[in-house]
């Protein structure tokens, strides 16, 4: 197998979704194999192939209790592979799907912005015509929170407003940021655009100049 085989490996990714989740602390086998739903002997086997490439790494256990192991914050490619799980398995891919799946109707783009030290992901989503529904977005984001064990921070903003963005603007600044991605593009669900002033009042003019015609 080789090493992108290996990292990309459904074993591998459920394990490190809940590895990054928590950098910090430490997980024992039987933790991982709850939290990823793998059995033990997969835990096992590619916890071994993650502590000898220096992914994750051994603590000592204290005394009556079980190994445990953690994030390695030395890995010298730690910085790439946490990019790498943000912008796709661990929560990119998941939160791209609930938002097709359930708001379709209403989310025109969306974007991951980053992710801090605690693990708190920081989401923009645009909506066209029709606005989410705050308490059912709410509901949606705590429940994949739970499932990706990551804490989202969503901001929903009109199309109008995205467009007004100015370079001083905070969220305008966090999309120019290299960790910015672009997770739902114009067109990807049936939102439908707001209709523009200018187009309302093109319309209106149109059909003033329809009335004032002179009939035959």
């Known amino acids: 197998m080789s090493a992108a085989d290996f990292l990309f490996a459904p074993e591998v990714q459920k394990l490190l979704r809940v590895a990054y989740a928590a950098p910090d602390q430490p997980f024992s086998s039987s933790e991982l194999a709850r939290r990823s739903k793998l059995a033990p002997d997969d835990v096992a086997r590619t916890l071994e192939h993650l502590v000898g490439s220096g992914i994750l790494k051994r603590q000592k256990p204290k005394a009556d209790q079980a190994d445990t192991v953690s994030v390695d914050r030395t890995f010298i490619f730690h910085d790439e ?59 949606a984001c705590q429940k994949l929170s739970k499932s990706i064990h990551r804490h989202l921070k969503m901001h929903v903003i009109s199309n109008a407003r995205f467009n007004s963005l100015t370079p001083r603007d905070p969220l305008a600044s966090k999309l120019a940021a290299p960790s910015a991605l672009e997770i739902i593009a114009l067109g990807d669900t049936k939102a439908r655009p707001p209709v523009e002033r200018a187009g309302l009042l093109q319309s209106a003019k149109k059909k003033l100049a329809a009335l004032s015609r002179p009939s035959a």
């Open 81 to 139: 592979l946490r990019s790498i799980a943000l912008k796709s398995f661990a929560a990119a891919e998941p939160v791209r799907s609930m938002l097709r799946t359930k708001f379709k109707d209403s989310v025109l783009r969306a974007f991951v912005l980053g992710e801090d030290q605690d693990g708190t992901v920081e989401l923009l989503v645009v909506h066209g015509q029709l606005t989410p529904d705050e308490a059912a977005m709410t509901a």
